[in-house]
């Protein structure tokens, strides 16, 4: 079972590491990792680089294909071979998946039109931008296509994908091996719970990073 | 403030990357990836590299070290260049700490030798054999010595010692941030919560790939 994961330079580490540590345990799984150019992409902070082994168009038909999310998706929105192999691959996969600003990349391709998606809760409604339905929750199902909310939500699709690939007590047996038993030391992980002083400080950090992912693509 | 992650062949990637996503938040956070030898390092199923940008003689004082744990961690028990430079960094951190069975490298080096410690549920015993106290939490602090449980156990103690280092606004800030609000599908994520059957099944698993990294060490 071919699974691909895009990197990009800007990706955030962890929506790509979530999913793949929970599906990379999957009987038969063969994990590729895919960029436009193969080669290290660097995360949002240029200090992790990890490799994609494979370029585009040498991955073509993923059964499974999860797109990550980071500061990185905006200057992709408009690259259109990325645009074209989203499509592409999104017509043979059984899963087509993202994480957090994942769902953007999805989105400007044209795969979420009609549907509910969600994303990272401070830009979830730019997703009706692409004729998606923005739904807040942390993973949302539309028949073959799944997304989840922001960064850490990916741990929780991989599971939630790993039942219906493999049965409930697959699903079981790999969240017992990552150990996956989750205990934050606060409630604050939703901007329904966060205090709202610590919401809003958020919200101004993302929107000046945003503001910076921009000029850096301008 | 300078964090080293140890990278290896065979490390498991959300060990690392579950506290990288979170302390690589913290204000003035200088990441390095460092292992003996620098250049990519592949997971346990080779089907991912990350990539180490540092030797171990081009970090030697980290204010935070990070050791992940993954199989690989056993063909680097008497490794004595490791060793001496684990045991020389610990000196001069301010937190040393290890996610899953890197707890079994901080214990080969000396370092939780009369401490509290834990480490992936199904080999916490082991630690024993290095004169630590094993202890079943999922984050167990012994002073700056601070250890986790199995593989995703780190992004909880990732926010805990931003919680440490930078009080309990920013810790929830980065929750926010990386939207960690889990909702894992199944309360299997511990051996006392899954199906017995299933924890046996993990448990033979286990033992067999130990038994194959053990074979590969030979």
């Known amino acids: 079972m071919e699974i691909a994961f895009l990197l990009y330079d800007g990706f955030t580490a962890l929506d790509a590491v979530g999913p793949y540590e929970v599906l990379s345990r999957l009987p038969g799984a063969e994990v590729k990792f895919v960029a436009v150019e193969s080669g290290p992409k660097t995360t949002e902070t240029h200090s992790l680089s990890m490799v994609a082994d494979y370029s585009l168009d040498e991955v073509t038909e993923p059964e499974i294909l999860v797109v990550p999310g980071g500061f990185g998706t905006r200057r992709l929105l408009e690259d259109q071979e990325l645009m074209d192999w989203l499509r592409a691959a999104h017509e043979k996969t059984t899963w087509t998946t993202s994480v957090c600003t994942g769902s953007l990349l999805l989105g400007a391709a044209g795969i979420l039109e009609g549907l509910r998606a969600t994303s990272h809760w401070a830009v979830i409604d730019r997703l009706a931008d692409f004729g998606a339905i923005p739904t807040r929750e942390r993973v949302v199902e539309e028949g073959k296509v799944v997304t989840a909310a922001g960064v850490s939500s990916g741990i929780d699709m991989g599971l939630r ?27 604050a992980g939703s901007p329904d719970t966060a205090p709202p002083h610590i919401v809003e400080l958020l919200k101004s950090l993302l929107e000046q990073a945003e503001a910076n992912a921009q000029a850096e693509t301008a």
Chains 1, 2 share one sequence.
């Open 161 to 187: 994908l790993a039942e219906r690939i493999g049965g409930e007590d697959l699903a079981k047996g790999i969240q017992l091996g990552i150990e996956y038993d989750p205990d934050p030391p606060f409630d």
